[in-house]
C-alpha cells in the first residue's frame, strides 16, 4: 500500500472544504486542504448564514468568534413576508455577515485544531483505487502527486474533483441574470427582501456607513454565457430605468453577477470521491441557503469519515452521507427555483402570489416553508421509532448534572456521540459503556425552564428518558419513560459501529 500525505484531502478552502477539516480534525482524523488561489476572497456574495448553521456553529464552540450576531426575525418565500419565529429557533438568519469573514473565522478555527492548508495547489488529476485516491497537483514548485484514503471535493461550482470522478451535474440551464454592485457615497433606501417593481426588481442592503449593496433585475434582459461582466454604468443604468435614481457618481466597490441556473450531483459519493457545498449543489441565493448547505453538508460527512478512518465505521454509514444530504439539495433546488418563479416573474403570476398569500394566513403553512428555508425541519431516516425527535436536530437547551450547568451545544463541542441519561437511569448508562471510546455518556436534566435561549417550548422532552445524539447534533435514539435501554444497543452499533472492533487509525 502506497503512504498517505493525508487521511483525507480536500480541496477547496472556502466554508465548506475548511468546517470539513475542522470536524475531521476534531475526531482525530489528518485532513489536507488545497486551494488553487493564492489568497483568500475578500468579496463576498453571501451575507450570513441561516438558522440551522448558526446552530451548528454553536456546537462547535465558534458563535463567540463572530461577536454578536443580528439575527432578522422576519424573511420571506419567494417575497411574501413571514415571521420566521413561528417554529423555535427561527430567523431569517444571521445576517450583517460576510461570507469572507465566515471564511476567515472557520480557517483559524481550523489552524487552531493543526489542519495543513496548501495556497496555489491545484487538482490536475485524479486516479482512486481499493486502498485510496491519487491527485495529480500543479503547485508553484512544480507538480506533485498526493495520496489520501479519501478526496473530498469542496472547489465550487465549476468543481475539477467532481468532473474527474465523473460524478454528472444535472439541472436547468439560467433563464435570468442579476447584477450586483457595492457601492460607497448615494443614500438609498434600504428594501432588504428586494422591492418588485415595475420591469423587475431591485435591492438594497446596507453594508456600513455609507456603503450598500444594490442588486438589479431587468426582466426584459437576457443572460448570456459568454457576456462580459457589466461595467459600473451599466448597472447604474440599469437601476436608474427600474427606480428613476441616479446612481451614477457612486464609488463602485465590487461588481459581480449570478444567474438562477441549478444543479445537483447525481451522486454525493463515488467510491472514495465525495462532494460537498456548490460542488453537490448550485442554485439561486435566496435566504443564505447555498454556503448554509455546505457547512450542514461538511458536519453530516466528518465523523462519518473519521469512523471509517479509524476503523471502527458500520456497514454502509459513509453511504448514508448521500442519502440524507442529497433529498436536503434537491429540496433546496427546487424551492429556490419555486421563489424565483414567485418573485421575479411578472403581472401573469400575481393570481398565484395573491393565492399563496391566503394560505400563509395558516400557521402550519409558514412553519412548513420557514422550516424549509432554514433546514430546521430537516428529518433524517435513523431507524425505528416514533419519537418527534428521532432524526431530527437536538435544539441548545441548558442542563445541569454532577458537575453543574452544561448545556446540549457544550456537551457536542468535540464532535462525538453522545449518550444523554435524563433520568439518572444506571442501566442506560450500563448499555452505552461498550461505545465509550466513541460516545460521551452524561446524566443530566432540562435546567429551569429547560431552555439556553428563551423559552423552552418545542423540545418534546417529557416522558423521555435517554437519547442518542450522532456527532451532527442529529437524534438517533429516544428512550421512553418504562422502555429504559430499550434499542439503544441497536442504534449504537447502527451509527457507532462495533464496540468490539478497536480503531486501526493512526494519523497520517
Known amino acids: 500500500m502506497n503512504a498517505l500525505d493525508a487521511d483525507v484531502i480536500i480541496v477547496g478552502a472556502g466554508p465548506t472544504g475548511l468546517m470539513l477539516a475542522g470536524e475531521l480534525s476534531l475526531a482525530g482524523v489528518s485532513p489536507l486542504v488545497l486551494e488553487r488561489l493564492a489568497e483568500p476572497i475578500r468579496q463576498s456574495r453571501a451575507l450570513g448564514f441561516s438558522a440551522r448553521t448558526i446552530e451548528e456553529f454553536g456546537q462547535r464552540g465558534l458563535l463567540s468568534r463572530f461577536g454578536e450576531l443580528q439575527t432578522i426575525p422576519f424573511g420571506h418565500f419567494g417575497g411574501l413576508q413571514i415571521d420566521y419565529r413561528v417554529i423555535e429557533g427561527g430567523s431569517y438568519g444571521a445576517r450583517g455577515i460576510p461570507q469572507s469573514r465566515t471564511e476567515s473565522i472557520l480557517a483559524e478555527w481550523a489552524s487552531d485544531l493543526g489542519v495543513r492548508v496548501r495556497r496555489e495547489h491545484e487538482v490536475e488529476g485524479l486516479e482512486a483505487d481499493d486502498s485510496g485516491v491519487e491527485l495529480r497537483v500543479s503547485t508553484p514548485e512544480g507538480p506533485v502527486r498526493l495520496r489520501a484514503s479519501h478526496v473530498v471535493g469542496c472547489d465550487g461550482a465549476r468543481s475539477t474533483v467532481r468532473e474527474l470522478a465523473g460524478i454528472d451535474f444535472p439541472g436547468t440551464e439560467p433563464k435570468i441574470e442579476m447584477w450586483l454592485a457595492d457601492i460607497k457615497g448615494p443614500r438609498l433606501r434600504p428594501r432588504f427582501s428586494g422591492e418588485r417593481v415595475p420591469g423587475g426588481m431591485v435591492m438594497v442592503l446596507p453594508l456600513g456607513p455609507d456603503v450598500n449593496r444594490v442588486v438589479v433585475y431587468e426582466r426584459d434582459a437576457e ?92 456497514a454502509g454509514l459513509l453511504d448514508t452521507y448521500h442519502r440524507e444530504r442529497h433529498p436536503v439539495g434537491a429540496r433546496i433546488v427546487a424551492n429556490t427555483l419555486a421563489q424565483r418563479i414567485l418573485y421575479l416573474s411578472g403581472d401573469e403570476m400575481e393570481p398565484l402570489r395573491e393565492l399563496l398569500g391566503e394560505l400563509l394566513v395558516h400557521e402550519p403553512v409558514q412553519r412548513h416553508l420557514v422550516g424549509m428555508v432554514t433546514g430546521l425541519d430537516i428529518r433524517y431516516d435513523v431507524g425505528p421509532g416514533e419519537h418527534p425527535l428521532l432524526g431530527r436536530r437536538l435544539p441548545d437547551r441548558e442542563l445541569v448534572g454532577d458537575s453543574g450547568k452544561t448545556s446540549v451545544h457544550e456537551l457536542l463541542r468535540a464532535a462525538r456521540g453522545l449518550v444523554l441519561d435524563l433520568a439518572g437511569d444506571p442501566v442506560t448508562r450500563a448499555a452505552a459503556e461498550p461505545w465509550r471510546d466513541r460516545v460521551d455518556i452524561v446524566s443530566a436534566a432540562p435546567h429551569g425552564n429547560g431552555s439556553a435561549h428563551g423559552n423552552g417550548a418545542g423540545m418534546p422532552l417529557d416522558g423521555t428518558d435517554a437519547l442518542l445524539v450522532r456527532p451532527d447534533g442529529y437524534v438517533a435514539w429516544a428512550g421512553t419513560r418504562g422502555s429504559g435501554a430499550k434499542g439503544l444497543p441497536d442504534a449504537l452499533a447502527r451509527w457507532f459501529g462495533d464496540p468490539a472492533t478497536q480503531p486501526q487509525h493512526r494519523a497520517a
Request: hydrophobic letters at 40%.
Open 223 to 314: 443572460p448570456g454565457p459568454d457576456r462580459p461582466m457589466p461595467g459600473f454604468d451599466e448597472v447604474a443604468a440599469a437601476w436608474e430605468r427600474l427606480t428613476g435614481e441616479d446612481i451614477h457618481d457612486a464609488e463602485p466597490l465590487w461588481i459581480s453577477r449570478f444567474t438562477d441556473s441549478s444543479r445537483l450531483a447525481a451522486e454525493y459519493r463515488r467510491g472514495r470521491v465525495f462532494v460537498a457545498g456548490d460542488a453537490a449543489h448550485v442554485h439561486m441565493p435566496i435566504g443564505a441557503q447555498g454556503m448554509s448547505a455546505g457547512v450542514q453538508d461538511a458536519v453530516n460527512l466528518g465523523w462519518k469519515l473519521a469512523a471509517e478512518i479509524h476503523g471502527h465505521a458500520p
